[in-house]
């Protein structure tokens, strides 16, 4: 029964720290990445937004060049509206089948501006395992109360879990230290 509850919390709280590494690559630093446009989500044949994933492959020829090519020539203005829409502030350039995203060099004010929004985003992932910590807390009690788990093993269970969340956290700060540094990198 415990076992349960801690493998439920350390998955769920593994899903959040998950979802902030994903956030992460979302961040644009000073190089190419697939990571940038991997999110972003195509409107094509009529059908509602898609991953681009589904439409093109992905690749980054060198350090400042993100390629983009469409596996059906028909997706590309489709592609490149998805592009100009989002929040990359980036703009293709179109080659047949080829959509390529030149990544320019960042400024030193918006190198500061791109780690606020990484720490605000490990922020939200930490705020997340919490609250995973939170609900597996309030079924120890819920346990407690109806007699399932003994007061020593609620006590024992509750470090357990604050293990487990001081752990991910500690996860989540070294992605965010990571990504710090590849940001400021000039």
């Known amino acids: 029964m415990l076992d349960d509850l801690f493998k439920q919390t350390e998955d769920k709280m593994r899903k959040a720290q998950e979802a902030t590494r994903h956030d992460f690559a979302g961040v644009r630093t000073g190089r190419a990445s697939t990571g940038l446009v991997e999110r972003l989500h ?10 681009l994933k589904e439409f093109a492959s992905l690749s980054t020829p060198d350090a400042r060049t993100v390629q983009i090519s469409a596996f059906d020539r028909s997706t590309v203005p489709a592609i490149k509206k998805a592009i100009e829409t989002s929040d990359l ?3 293709p350039n179109i ?3 080829n959509i390529r995203l030149s990544i320019p060099p960042l400024t030193e004010e918006r190198r500061k501006d791109l780690v606020k929004i990484v720490h605000k985003k490990a922020e939200e992932g930490k705020v997340a395992i919490r609250n995973v910590r939170h609900k597996a807390i309030d079924e120890l009690k819920t346990l407690h109360k109806d007699h399932k788990v003994t007061e020593d093993e609620q006590k024992r269970a509750g470090e357990t879990i604050q293990k487990l969340t001081d752990k991910y956290i500690k996860e989540v700060d070294q992605l965010t230290a990571s990504k710090e540094k590849e940001i400021l990198e000039v």
């Open 95 to 97: 080659d047949g089948q």
């Open 89 to 91: 502030g980036l703009m």
């Open 42 to 51: 195509v409107e094509a044949y009529g059908a509602p937004p898609r991953p």
